[in-house]
């Protein structure tokens, strides 16, 4: 099981603050370091300083770090076009050395764009929207260099681009697609990804999305194209301590109970339920990101038995 940090910065967090941590799980070993893509908290009592650009922070910790797997959890289609944003991800992918992975989603939080004058069409839409960005930026990504490429969708137009620059990574920086969806988004998975995510359900809930985007692989002809298949991954809050009362500290702190809560044991074996249903990766949502001890504790007795 490979473990990777995951950071909501709109609940409060500086570049600083985000730089302090990645470079400690860099040093503790941890598999990758990925943030949210939001413009607004979602609990009015936090949120200062106020939010940071995700891909600007990860050009940062692009040159601030040196192993660790650099992503977006995810990116919302909504907030950039589907050009500029493959510049973007190519260009922070040859910062890192070839270390980005990307996530993209349809964008859901309203209150978000509103805020900051963006517009959010319904969710047949954002759908519509997303499948088209994808289908963009695999195609920039792929066009060989010196060929030309064009798209002609219901929201985006290309006509003749240069398809540059290209990521570090051929063709392209690891796709992830997750979600709860039953229909679309294991399709877009299939079609598109490298990496299907469920984040923060239950391990049967789990399970059954990941059979489902195992079923649109085999109806999408993914399984016999030669294409790898699919990493299933998941994403949950953690709060783990060396005892029984410095677990329930760290739950109390960030205001409730998770799903993986407990001592290191406990927690082991939570994520072995998750590794029976055939999750592979799992991103652990860190919010005190002030308490690094906390990614100590992971690192050191809770990462050593999962192998």
């Known amino acids: 099981m490979r473990l990777v940090v995951m950071i909501e910065p709109q609940f409060g967090a500086s570049y600083a603050d985000q730089v302090r941590l990645a470079k400690h799980a860099e040093e503790l070993g941890f598999d990758g370091f990925f943030r949210s893509d939001h413009l607004a908290t979602m609990r009015p009592d936090l949120g200062l300083p106020g939010p940071t650009d995700t891909w600007a922070v990860l ?48 964008g ?18 954002r759908f519509d929207r997303l499948e088209e960005q994808l289908a963009i930026i695999t195609g920039l990504w ?3 260099v010196g060929e030309r490429f064009d798209y002609d969708g219901k929201h985006y137009q290309l006509r003749d681009s240069p398809a540059l620059p290209k990521p570090a990574q051929t063709p392209g920086p690891p796709i992830i697609v997750g979600g709860h969806g039953k229909k679309r988004t294991p399709e877009l998975a299939a079609r598109y990804a490298d990496e299907f995510n ?8 789990t399970g059954r999305l990941f059979r489902g985007v195992e ?3 085999e109806q999408f002809g993914r399984t016999t194209s030669g294409r790898p298949p699919l990493v299933l991954s998941a994403a949950q809050t953690v709060a783990c301590g060396r005892n029984d009362a ?9 205001g409730g109970t998770p799903a993986l809560f407990g001592t290191p044991g406990q927690i082991v074996d939570k994520i072995g339920e998750f590794a029976k249903v055939g999750a592979s990766r799992l991103y652990l949502q860190i919010l005190d990101l002030a308490d690094l001890d906390h990614l100590d504790v992971i690192a050191s007795q809770v990462a050593p038995q999962l192998g």
């Open 246 to 254: 410095e677990a329930r500290e760290r739950a109390d702190t960030i």
């Open 108 to 125: 859901w939080f309203e209150v978000e764009h509103t805020a900051y004058g963006i517009p959010f069409p319904s969710v047949g839409e």
């Open 59 to 106: 050009a940062g910790l692009a040159v601030e770090t040196s192993r660790l797997r650099l992503g977006s959890m995810v990116t919302s289609a909504t907030f950039r076009r589907p050009g500029p944003l493959a510049i973007t991800v190519a260009t922070v992918d040859h910062m890192s050395g070839g270390r980005v992975e990307f996530g993209l989603g349809a």
């Open 215 to 217: 079923a649109a692989s």
């Open 142 to 144: 792929g066009t060989p």
């Open 198 to 205: 469920v984040p923060f359900s239950d391990v049967d809930t």
